[in-house]
């Protein structure tokens, strides 16, 4: 079974920048969709941005223009590189793959002053 490991969370100032990373435990990243998806407390998990296989992204209408989904050469890294950040953007991230159903454990982002 394919693990996926989250790093790269942490307490950080409004306007600041963070970069997550997932790590699989096999090149997944080229044939499967991969998303990064958040949860606030008291709220809904919501899908952030996504990746296809082929490349194509898509992101949630706040975090366009401040937030950039991509994967490692080797694919076998996903990142989310976060610019930009609010306090409304504070929540457990998770990394996801739909199609095989695996979630990470979550790496915790805190945009505070």
């Known amino acids: 079974q394919v693990q996926l490991v989250e790093s790269g969370g942490g307490l950080v100032q409004p306007g600041g920048s963070l970069r997550l990373s997932c790590a699989a435990s096999g090149s997944i990243f080229s044939r499967y969709a991969m998303g990064w998806y958040r949860q606030a407390p008291g709220k809904q998990r919501e899908r952030v941005a996504s990746?296809?296989?082929?490349?194509?992204?898509n992101y949630t209408d706040s975090v366009k223009g401040r937030f950039t989904i991509f994967r490692g050469s080797a694919k076998k890294t996903g990142y989310l590189q976060m610019n930009s950040l609010k306090p409304e953007d504070t929540a457990v991230y998770y990394c996801?793959?739909?199609?095989?159903?695996?979630w990470g454990q979550g790496t915790q982002v805190t945009v505070t002053s």
């Open positions: 996801h793959v739909p199609f095989l159903g695996y």
């Open positions: 990746i296809t296989s082929a490349g194509i992204t």
